[in-house]
Nanobody
Framework: VQLQASGGGLVQAGGSLRLSCAVSGRPSSMSAMGWFRQAPGKEREIVASISRAGQRKYYADSVKGRFTISRDNAKNMVYLQMNSLKSEDTAIYYC??????????????????WGQGTQVTVSS
């Protein structure tokens, strides 16, 4: 599975960005997907995840109500819509994939495949 993230950039606080992740090598419908981020000097953390068919979603508390994860399996794409951005959202954002959880829930760990990351910088 290959993942290509894009859509990062520089935005003012309160603004919006939409990240995209193109999935290749295996149909995206076979994988649960997630977005992670890593800020300078901090550990990588999960931002959001989505189950294989998109019914279940998980959001970190820090982004609930501001970020929305979605997927279009027909296009093998996963998206992260980020609204009301804050300076603390500044980080490199990575998309990731893993085998679906048997229960169908959106996973928060054990992702096996990672994209190269896209920089998001929020100026205050």
């Amino acid at each position: 599975v290959q993942l290509q993230a894009s859509g990062g950039g520089l935005v003012q606080a309160g603004g919006s960005l939409r990240l995209s992740c193109a999935v290749s090598g295996r149909p995206s419908s076979m994988s649960a997907m997630g977005w992670f981020r890593q800020a300078p000097g901090k550990e990588r953390e999960i931002v959001a995840s989505i189950s294989r068919a998109g019914q279940r979603k998980y959001y970190a508390d820090s982004v609930k109500g501001r970020f929305t994860i979605s997927r279009d399996n027909a296009k093998n794409m996963v998206y992260l819509q980020m609204n009301s951005l804050k300076s603390e959202d500044t980080a490199i954002y990575y998309c990731a994939a893993r085998l679906p959880i048997v229960t169908g829930l959106a996973p928060t760990s054990d992702f096996q495949y990672w994209g190269q990351g896209t920089q998001v910088t929020v100026s205050s």
